[in-house]
């Protein structure tokens, strides 16, 4: 039996408005809902994910609602295009019901970072939900919607997933396009997904992925397919690399992840112990390569192109600019600006991007080299669980280092999930699974495996 | 390496970012721990010069040549704050009035 869609825009909206207090969401009306649910409605024939209501991170171009990316620059910005993951979607039948919050162009690791105030945590509000893409994480944790959409450029959905407890997919690099995403760091971004489980998550990265003519670095080749759930994991190999355990490690994660571990024994896969040298250089390449693509990508938003109008500096080139960047963007990601051009200057562009591009060839290459030896990778999401609001603004190094775990694959372009690991203290804990490039599919099947013995694992620790 | 409050201040030059002076000092901090903090690569072991990486197809799939249709959502009018006689109006710059 198949939900009609005017029966899901009724819930959904309903469910929007109790989880106002989450602050999850920037977009959202139930006539925009109507809207998609009538178009539904009207379809031929039921798409594979018919009246499937999804959020939307608002850093996917979509047409009937703005695309903020949480920023004033760019307020009330309406895209003349729509993302192709997204129209994907819809197509299948599939209804975009809201854009979600999201720290200010999807730099941050705990939705803090937003124009338009911080996303609180749906088990504790005094708690940040993880980063960038936490209205999405959150959403999905209230019950609000079954999956949405996130971005990862360095963890941002597999870390925000293990904060908040759901699943949380990252493509391979290629395998979803990047048309209609704003740009961050190009050679790092990822359109990924949330899911209440394993099978959602996995439903809509199918139906968005496969090659994109309007996305030249698309992998040639088709939509990924929704895996069956292996009963068995005999003779599959499973690493645990030893520099993801480190000894300060919260004990509540590591049992977590030691759960993980003894599920994929049980299922009859091998555990064993691998190396991963380079991973500790993770943080500082992600944080030289990542703030230097977005120097260059956001140079657009100079109040010529995007931003708003300031006709007091409309004499003088240099001074709208100026007064358009400066005031339109928040803190972190003038930061992040100011990093990537001192990191691109001359003088400094060897010792610091450079340096930074060879070393992401050596963690890179430690992948490749663990996965002769390995099917796939086991690690922790994040080195805690989710932490308090305000506990990390002040020291934006401090707060990079949530993402020791999620940055590295990221940098390899690898597919990487965080699969729900039982709760920590009454807060969930997240298992991060990583596969070699190309090997979604495998990776979403093992993780359905795992999934009905782990996550209701309830308290580990 | 200290990146001083007049290196700072070149950088944001660069980047196009008016930055206030009272905001100064506090930037000038975060960006030295920033910088000092992604500076420990420079303290990793040398294991010669590697290649570059970069994720995805070996080689970006090029389309065919070909002017297709590409019909817009919405009119061209919508999509600048003001369009007369079939032109975006834009401020008058000063910038542009020597050329």
């Known amino acids: ?461 | 390496m200290t990146i001083s409050r007049d290196e700072v201040l070149h950088i944001a030059r660069l980047a196009e970012i008016a930055v206030d002076e009272a905001e100064l000092a506090t930037l000038v901090s975060q960006l030295n721990r920033i910088v000092d903090y992604v500076a420990q690569l420079e303290a990793a072991p040398d294991e010669g010069q590697g290649d570059d990486f970069l994720p995805g197809p070996a080689r970006v799939a090029l389309r065919d040549d070909r002017v297709r249709s590409e019909p817009l959502a919405h009119p061209p009018a919508a999509l600048a704050p003001a369009w007369r006689d079939g032109y975006f109006v834009v401020p008058r710059l000063s910038a542009m009035e020597d050329a």
């Open chain 1, 1 to 461: 039996m198949t939900a009609a869609p005017d029966a899901v825009a009724r819930e959904v909206a309903a469910r929007l408005e109790a989880a106002a207090p989450l602050n999850a969401v920037l977009h959202w009306s139930a006539g925009g809902i109507e809207a998609e649910a009538r178009r539904v409605a009207a379809m031929p024939s039921a798409g594979p994910l018919h009246a499937v209501p999804l959020a939307v991170k608002d850093n996917i171009a979509t047409l009937d609602a703005p695309t903020t990316c949480a920023s004033r620059i760019l307020e009330g910005y309406r895209s003349p295009f729509e993302a192709t993951a997204l129209r994907r979607l819809r197509a299948a039948g599939a209804m975009l019901v809201a854009k979600t919050n999201l720290d200010e162009f999807a730099m941050g690791s705990s939705t803090e970072h937003s124009a338009f105030g911080r996303v609180h945590h749906p088990l504790d509000p005094a708690r940040v939900p993880g980063g960038s893409s936490g209205g999405s994480a959150a959403l999905v944790a209230a019950g609000v919607v079954p999956a949405a959409l996130g971005s990862e450029t360095g963890g941002s959905v597999r870390q925000p997933a293990a904060f908040c407890g759901v699943v949380g997919v990252k493509p391979s690099y290629g395998r979803v396009s990047r048309y209609g995403l704003v740009a961050f760091g190009s050679s790092l971004d990822c359109i990924s997904v949330f899911g209440r489980t394993v099978g959602d998550a996995a439903r809509v990265l199918a139906t968005m992925s496969g090659h994109d003519p309007l996305d030249a670095t698309t992998l040639a080749e088709p939509p990924l397919a929704v895996p069956e759930t292996p009963t068995s994991l005999a003779g599959m190999t499973v690493g645990l690399p030893t520099e993801y355990f480190p000894a300060d490690l919260d004990p509540g994660v590591r049992a977590g992840v030691d759960r993980v571990a003894a599920a994929l024994r049980e299922l009859g896969a091998t555990v064993t112990e691998v190396s991963l040298p380079h991973s500790r250089y993770a943080v500082p390449t992600y944080y030289i390569v990542a703030p230097a693509e977005a120097s260059a990508n956001l140079a657009r938003y100079d109040g010529v192109r995007y931003g708003p109008p300031r006709p007091e500096h409309e004499a003088d080139l240099r001074a709208l600019y100026r007064a358009t960047r400066g005031r339109g963007f928040g803190p972190e990601v003038r930061r992040r600006i100011l990093v990537g051009t001192y990191v691109l200057s001359a003088g400094y562009y060897e010792a610091y991007y450079g340096t930074a591009q060879r070393m992401r060839a050596r963690i890179a290459g430690d992948f490749r080299a663990a996965f002769e030896r390995v099917d796939l990778l086991l690690t922790p999401t994040a080195p805690t669980t989710a932490f308090r609001a305000g506990e990390k603004t002040e020291d934006p190094v401090a707060m990079y280092l949530a993402d020791v775990f999620v940055c590295p694959a990221s940098l390899a372009g690898l597919p990487a999930l965080s699969l729900p690991a039982g709760r920590s203290e009454g807060l969930p804990v997240g298992a991060q699974l990583i596969a070699p490039a190309g090997q979604d599919t495998r990776m979403l099947a093992v993780a359905a495996a795992l999934e009905e013995r782990v996550v209701a694992a309830g308290e580990v620790r």
